[in-house]
Structure formats: structure tokens, C-alpha cells
T-cell receptor
Framework: DAKTTQPTSMDCAEGRAANLPCNHS???????VYWYRQIHSQGPQYIIH???NNETNEMASLIITEDRKSSTLILPHATLRDTAVYYC????????????FGQGTELSVKP | DGGITQSPKYLFRKEGQNVTLSCEQN?????MYWYRQDPGQGLRLIYY???????QKGDIAEGYSVSREKKESFPLTVTSAQKNPTAFYLC???????????FGNGTRLTVT
């Protein structure tokens, strides 16, 4: 079973920030938080990951709460091409790269 | 361009036939993975390999087999023992087990 809880769906207006929440209340100290997204009928795409510090790259920002029990993925200026299913995953390096994908959040960016 | 190639994109087979899905990568990645996705569901891990000539079962390995004879190739065979083979199959690779996964664009298998 997935160790994360995400809303089933969300809407966002084009050009606005999309904030996707994820709860992972049972996360262990050595587990990272990963975010991937999947555009319809394509393979998932890696977005970002982090352990306890906030992270930012060219695609998104990841905000992890101090107790690490939840996180938020932020797409700063959502475009129509960001419409996808977003998966939040927790995993540790000693799990051999195995990632357990839940059902994710279906983000719809609207004009 | 470097990447992962899965072929074919669509595959149709009759029940009772074995079928092999191709996955090739030119990223020089050590680790490779096979996932299965059913409609409206997340991905489930079938098999993974961290190095050539070695692989491990994932969560739903029954009815599937793999080989890893070359670093760049990780074919998946869906055998007749797999009770519900119709699904979207995704192959992925990573530099090692600590690194993010790169996915191919999948093969949609339909068995009738």
C-alpha cells in the first residue's frame, strides 16, 4: 500500500501557482519524498525529491514540513501542459529504487 | 538523444500466448524496472534489476519473467500464466538505486 495520501483531483487557473498537498504521516527518518507526474498515456516524469529541506529546481518547488509528515509541491506558474496526474511517493535508498505509486492527484489547469 | 525505448506502443495477443515486451536504454544506467498500470490506478512493480545478470521480483511478479543479459536491455515476457495480462506496461531505468527513475512511454498490451 502507498504510504501517502493525496487529494484525488484539483483545478488550477493557468498562470497561477498550483499547490499540491501530500500527507505522509508514517514517513521514516531515512525516507525521501519524491514527486513524479504522468501525462495521459505517457510514462511518468520525475519532478523533484527531498529529505527534509525545501528543494527547488527548474520545474517546481518542494516544501516539506518540519515534522516531515506532509509536503507540498508548488508549480509556480501553471500552464495547460502541466495538466497531469501527480504522484507523491516516499521511499528510502535501501529499498533498491522501488517506488510505490498510489493513485495520485489529477491536476487540471484551466484557461 | 538518450532515453528509454519501449516497443511496440500497442500490442495485441490471443489468450494463451506468451509475449515479450522490449525495453532498451542508452543512458548507461545500471538499474532497470518494469511496472504495470491498470486504468485509473497507480503503478505496480513487476520486476527490477540493479545490475546485469541479476534481477528481483517486485510486488506482482507472478506470470511474468525477465532477463538482464545486457546493461541496455531488460525484456519482459508476459506468460500465459498471467491471469489478467491486459494493461499498460512501463519500463524505467536509473543510474543506481538511489537516483530518480526515467520512464519509457509504455506498451499497451491487449489480450483477448
Amino acid at each position: 500500500d502507498a504510504k501517502t495520501t493525496q487529494p484525488t483531483s484539483m483545478d488550477c487557473a493557468e498562470g497561477r501557482a498550483a499547490n499540491l498537498p501530500c500527507n505522509h504521516s508514517t514517513i521514516s527518518g531515512n525516507e525521501y519524498v519524491y514527486w513524479y507526474r504522468q501525462i495521459h498515456s505517457q510514462g511518468p516524469q520525475y519532478i523533484i525529491h527531498g529529505l527534509k529541506n525545501n528543494e527547488t529546481n527548474e520545474m517546481a518547488s518542494l516544501i516539506i514540513t518540519e515534522d516531515r509528515k506532509s509536503s507540498t509541491l508548488i508549480l509556480p506558474h501553471a500552464t495547460l501542459r502541466d495538466t497531469a496526474v501527480y504522484y507523491c511517493i516516499v521511499s528510502s535508498y535501501n529499498q533498491g529504487g522501488k517506488l510505490i505509486f498510489g493513485q495520485g492527484t489529477e491536476l487540471s489547469v484551466k484557461p | 538523444d538518450g532515453g528509454i525505448t519501449q516497443s511496440p506502443k500497442y500490442l495485441f495477443r490471443k489468450e494463451g500466448q506468451n509475449v515479450t515486451l522490449s525495453c532498451e536504454q542508452n543512458l548507461n544506467h545500471d538499474a532497470m524496472y518494469w511496472y504495470r498500470q491498470d486504468p485509473g490506478q497507480g503503478l505496480r512493480l513487476i520486476y527490477y534489476s540493479q545490475i546485469v545478470n541479476d534481477f528481483q521480483k517486485g510486488d506482482i511478479a507472478e506470470g511474468y519473467s525477465v532477463s538482464r543479459e545486457k546493461k541496455e536491455s531488460f525484456p519482459l515476457t508476459v506468460t500465459s500464466a498471467q491471469k489478467n495480462p491486459t494493461a499498460f506496461y512501463l519500463c524505467a531505468s536509473s543510474i543506481d538505486h538511489r537516483s530518480p527513475l526515467h520512464f519509457g512511454n509504455g506498451t499497451r498490451l491487449t489480450v483477448t
